[in-house]
């Protein structure tokens, strides 16, 4: 392929259920020239969140949805190659949003140096110390205000952010980690890799409720809900009085082709006098202090053996739809990462 090609997987029309390779189209382009205020980024590397399955519907919930025939947006790590904006250098390294593309020419103040201070690998700024490591620190901290000694439930616990919100609850000083995964390697997971003092089964157990009931006797303080329905219902039914639930993500919905129905419990929500709030990571990127914060402490964690974090990384561009559906059947080990800049030419 030329240095200048530009490769990108675009929408041809609206998946219904899990994206099928029809969906989407490969194409080839020139590479972009950056405008006035613009840099021209090298993607490195490709990060698939299972959110970026909202954007591909045309009621995507938050977010722009992707217009047919554009390339599907996603997070990227790449580098600046061209710039015309003083914010990024040639050379810098940055993440920020793109799309599944070679080469992407946006606006400079849309893209954030990478906080290469800390010195670790590449792929951990997609994961520990970028998007999924903001996520887990701020839902558990000023979302779940989690104090010490409170017992805490997270679903799609052996995931990216759920690996790590298992493990930062711990060094909150909670007294019982509770995860729920499919599957019984996930789940052992969940407790010999990330710490979890228990992990439920979601795919074998199907006594949901009266397994949680059985993991948490005195009841749940903390609720950090990743997947929705079912499961989520679930939680509420063993909430203790002044619980908290940080509504991080309902993976159970994306792409969903029929309404997934929501929880039908949420009396349980009045009577313990629970407080129930989601968030987004993206209204915190540009709050230096508290990112500076997340990301210092993070940082240490890792250091001194109390954060583990794993990085499934992918390569194959023409791979990449078949790669971003393992989301959603489990078939990933870690944050799922797509390395692109090893099959092209430059
Ligand atoms: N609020 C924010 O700002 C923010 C930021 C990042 C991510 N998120 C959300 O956080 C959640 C986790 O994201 P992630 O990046 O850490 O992904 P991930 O957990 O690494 O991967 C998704 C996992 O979800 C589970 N899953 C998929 N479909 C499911 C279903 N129908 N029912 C139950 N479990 C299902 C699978 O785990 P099993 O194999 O265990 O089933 C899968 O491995 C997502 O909902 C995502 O949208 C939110």
Redesign the pocket.
Known sequence: MAATANRRWLLRRRPEGRVGRDDLELATASRPAPADGEVLVRIKLL?????IR?FMDADAGYGVPVALGDAIRGMIVGEVVESRDPTHAVGNLVWGFGEWSDYVARPAAQFFALPTRFGHPLPAYTHVLG??G??AH??LHDVARIQPGDTVLV?????????LVGQMARIAGASRIVG????AD??RRAIERYGYDHCVD??DDTHLDAALGAAFPDGIDVVF?????A?LEAALNHLRKNARVA????????G?KEP?PGPGNLWNLVVNTTRMQ??????IVRDRARTDKALADIDTWIRDGRLRYDIDVRTGFENIPDIFN???????E???VVQIDQDRAS
């Open positions: 990060c698939m969140d299972p959110t909202n998007t999924i903001l996520t701020y839902g679903s799609g616990a052996a995931g990216a952010v759920g690996s729920i995964a499919g599957g996930k789940c979601y795919k809900e990743n997947v929705g329905g499961i509504l991080c993500g309902m993976i159970a919905r994306y969903a997934v989601g968030f987004l990571v993206t209204d393992c989301l959603f059947t489990g078939a990933h870690g944050r799922l």
